[in-house]
């Protein structure tokens, strides 16, 4: 890191000193411009930047070798900073910022609404917080169905402008298939999802568990084996009965990722906000999948946090003298007062005098008050 760091500097500079002499950028423009590129590569040609260490960054090479080894791939979806660094800090494999941001940050009813600029705006603050996962991003609804080349240039974006490393687009109809095929031509990893996928609620008929019949278990596998084909290295299998997903993990290659799919997938994903049980609020409560083990009780602990702090600014005991941490020296304080009655304002004098000493008596033997 250090010398990729400081041949980073090297070249920040140097390219600053032609059009800006004086302009040298800060350490943390460093990181965060290295930071905006999670698709450094696994082995550098041409003297590139040095590659990040192996440990660093999930790629596909590593899910591939999770999946012939047979041990479980770990998936959560993320939307913002703050859950990207839960994420990470976890050692998570693959972090998906998916549509379901649509219902469980943006409170829709489905994931439909969602803009692809949306998308992207929590793309980028997952890539920010996200270290060490592999990054995907869901393509929106509206924003690849169209042609390949509707699909290509959205899927440029995300990578682009959202700083991901793969994309996952919904769906197997020809038209998808031949959509997923001309992103991964394009250079671009791809995931696909079959079984229950949530933006073809519309022909669906809402949101309704596939594979349930002889015809629809098999259009599950086909699917799967024909989203292979096209190229894309993972699939997820949401909503299908275990002996499906069964079925077709054992007919790919590549490793699928079930989710209410039962346990003889290759991997597993949940979204954060069901898994953390974090959304209380009885429509929430309704429409939390059956297949969601809440492994915490998160918004209850918000809740409580919430109610607790209403009550404690309400009757004063926040914040207490532990949580007023800047000082003025007593000499300061005199002067301050002095000026404040030069200025006519006797009682603002009086208030500061009134709390200077209280604040003064809650003093710590050290004379600070704690941090
Ligand atoms: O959008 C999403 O969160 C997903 C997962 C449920 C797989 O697509």
């Not at 600053?16 to 040298?24: H, K, W």
């Amino acid at each position: 890191m250090g010398t990729f760091y400081n041949a980073l500097l090297r070249l920040r500079c140097s390219a600053s000193l032609v059009s800006r002499p004086s302009v040298c950028p800060s350490p943390q423009f460093l990181f965060a411009a290295l930071r905006h590129f999670s698709n450094v590569p696994e082995n550098s040609v041409y003297g590139g930047p040095r590659p990040q260490s192996p440990e660093k960054r999930v790629t596909l090479s590593h899910l591939r070798q999770k999946h012939h080894r047979g041990e479980p791939i770990t998936v959560i979806t993320a939307y913002d900073y703050p859950s990207a660094v839960h994420l990470d800090m976890a050692g998570i494999d693959v972090c998906l910022v998916g549509d379901s941001a649509s219902m469980v940050v943006h409170g829709h009813d489905t994931t439909l609404p969602i803009s692809l600029d949306e998308m992207l705006v929590h793309c980028r603050a997952v890539a920010r917080g996200a270290t060490h996962p592999l990054l995907i991003g869901d393509l929106p609804f509206g924003t690849y169905e169209s042609n390949s080349n509707q699909a290509v240039d959205t899927a440029v974006r995300v990578l682009k402008e959202g700083g991901m490393d793969a994309i996952k687009l919904e769906g197997g109809s020809p038209s998808r298939i031949t959509a997923a095929k001309a992103i991964v031509e394009a250079g671009i990893a791809v995931m696909g999802h079959v079984g229950l996928t949530p933006q073809a609620i519309s022909v669906l008929g809402g949101f309704r568990p596939q594979g349930r019949n002889i015809a629809s278990a098999v259009k599950v596998v086909e699917t799967a084996l024909a989203l292979q084909e096209a190229g894309c290295f993972s699939v997820v299998l949401e909503c299908v009965p275990a002996p499906v997903a069964a079925a077709a993990t054992s007919a790919l290659n590549i490793p699928t990722i079930g989710i209410g799919a039962g346990p003889f997938c290759s991997g597993q994903v949940l979204v954060y906000h069901d898994l953390l049980g974090m959304l209380q609020h009885p429509h929430h409560a309704k429409v939390t999948p059956k297949f969601c083990k809440q492994f915490a009780h998160v918004g209850d602990v918000i809740n409580k946090a919430l109610l607790d702090y209403k009550k404690e600014v309400t009757d004063g005991s926040f914040p207490g003298p532990d949580h007023s941490p800047y000082k003025i020296s007593a000499t300061d304080v005199n002067g301050f007062l002095n000026e404040l009655q030069k200025m006519g304002l006797d009682k603002a004098a009086s208030a500061a005098a009134a709390v200077a000493e209280k604040m003064d008596k809650s003093k710590l033997p050290n004379g600070e008050n704690s941090p």
